[in-house]
């Protein structure tokens, strides 16, 4: 499975932005697609996680109330929708799956930049 994420960017502090994550390859075994980030410094982190079945959603704390998971199986997109956006979310933001046999597949990141 390859993964692709885009959207990333410069925004100032209460914008928004949504990331997209295209899935390629044997896609048939998904079972979880997530969001993960890592800020400068900082471990990755998990960020928010979708269902395949049934389209069950979580979120970090950190997130939640500002953040959306989607996805479109017909597209084999993901998305992550950012509102209000802080400083301390600036981080490089990944996609990663999860399949049935649970293995695991890593995008290669989209910056996100927040202004104060």
């Known amino acids: 499975v390859q993964l692709v994420e885009s959207g990333g960017g410069s925004v100032q502090a209460g914008d928004s932005l949504r990331l997209s994550c295209v899935a390629s390859g044997s896609t048939f075994s998904i079972y979880t697609m997530n969001w993960f980030r890592q800020a400068p410094g900082k471990q990755r982190e998990w960020v928010a996680t979708i269902r395949i079945g049934g389209g069950r959603t979580n979120y970090a704390e950190s997130v939640k109330g500002r953040f959306t998971i989607s996805r479109d199986d017909a597209k084999n997109q993901m998305y992550l929708q950012m509102n209000s956006l802080k400083s301390e979310d600036t981080a490089v933001y990944y996609c990663?799956?999860?399949?049935?046999?649970?293995?695991?597949?890593w995008g290669q990141g989209t910056q996100v930049t927040v202004s104060s």
């Open positions: 990663n799956i999860v399949t049935v046999e649970t293995h695991e597949y």
